[in-house]
């Protein structure tokens, strides 16, 4: 199993920043691909960034340069720094390890951009 705990969602206003963390533990591979993923009510869940260990990187179209991602190998951890935040932007974020059998994911966290 593999434990993922997310954390740095909240409140803020449209034009604002967050950076969400996500650690990973357990029998996780540090070779493995993390992600972000969102779900807003009523929608599906959608693929936010993704990266690899040696820091390819691929991004959902809306992200358009506003969002980053990174990871830190020797911590399990990876990160998305989210900039000029719209209210569309409103959702579940959830941290996402794919494994050979099996996809991990974290409890997400909560991100409200306020109009």
């Known amino acids: 199993q593999v434990q993922l705990v997310e954390s740095g969602g909240g409140l803020v206003q449209a034009g604002g920043s967050l950076r969400l963390s996500c650690t990973a533990s357990g029998r996780f591979v540090s070779g493995s691909l993390m992600g972000w993923y969102r779900q807003a009510p009523g929608k599906q869940r959608e693929l936010v960034a993704a990266?690899?260990?040696?820091?390819?990187?691929n991004y959902g179209d809306y992200v358009k340069g506003r969002f980053a991602i990174s990871r830190d190998n020797d911590k399990n951890t990876v990160y998305l720094q989210m900039n000029s935040l719209k209210p569309e932007g409103t959702a579940k974020y959830y941290c996402?390890?794919?494994?050979?059998?099996?996809?991990?994911w974290g409890q997400g966290t909560q991100v409200t951009v306020s109009s």
């Open positions: 990266i690899t260990t040696i820091g390819t990187t």
């Open positions: 996402n390890v794919p494994a050979r059998t099996t996809t991990y």
